[in-house]
């Protein structure tokens, strides 16, 4: 790319949309608005979603549920990730470093994928599928608070 061949944005040059100057112009008299009405009005407002007098839509369709304000969101890393990495301690620190997990995600270990040398591994939860694989490889799954 050079100053050559930079070119400016699409409909950048276009002017803007000057009403109510003239019948010449196609938009005199009453500027685009049409003949009386409530939107051909000054100072007329509509709420958001407002159809006319109809049963807007944010009101025709049904609500369900809830959202559970203490959920927690857990970081998820699998085993055969944890294999890759090359270490026998792995702590959220070590996961961290390797960017496997943000800042400051909880951490929960699923067992996709295969696991043969002995790990320590430290997270917030683990599935059953990954303690036993860690543990069947001779290594211990802890349980951080």
């Given at each position: 790319?050079?100053?050559?061949?930079?070119?400016?944005?699409?409909?950048?040059?276009?002017?803007?949309?000057?009403?109510?100057?003239?019948?010449?112009?196609?938009?005199?008299?009453?500027?685009?608005?049409?003949h009386k009405g409530q939107?051909?009005?000054?100072?007329?407002?509509?709420?958001?979603?407002?159809?006319?007098?109809?049963?807007?839509?944010?009101?025709?369709?049904?609500?369900?549920?809830?959202?559970?304000?203490?959920?927690?969101?857990?970081?998820?890393?699998?085993?055969?990730?944890?294999?890759?990495?090359?270490?026998?301690?792995?702590?959220?620190?070590?996961?961290?470093?390797?960017?496997?997990?943000?800042?400051?995600?909880?951490?929960?270990?699923?067992?996709?994928?295969?696991?043969?040398?002995?790990?320590?591994?430290?997270?917030?939860?683990?599935?059953?599928?990954?303690?036993?694989?860690?543990?069947?490889?001779?290594?211990?799954?802890?349980?951080?608070?």
């Open positions: 790319m050079n100053l050559s061949t930079i070119r400016a944005p699409k409909r950048a040059n276009e002017n803007k949309k000057r009403v109510g100057r003239g019948l010449g112009s196609g938009m005199g008299k009453t500027s685009t608005r049409g939107r051909s009005r000054s100072g007329s407002r509509m709420m958001r979603g407002f159809e006319g007098g109809q049963m807007p839509l944010h009101r025709r369709l049904p609500k369900r549920g809830f959202t559970n304000i203490f959920r927690e969101e857990y970081a998820v890393v699998n085993v055969g990730a944890l294999a890759e990495l090359g270490e026998t301690t792995i702590t959220p620190e070590v996961l961290r470093k390797n960017r496997l997990v943000k800042k400051t995600q909880r951490i929960k270990v699923l067992g996709d994928g295969e696991l043969k040398a002995a790990l320590t591994v430290q997270a917030h939860k683990f599935s059953k599928s990954a303690q036993e694989k860690i543990i069947q490889a001779g290594g211990k799954a802890e349980v951080l608070a």
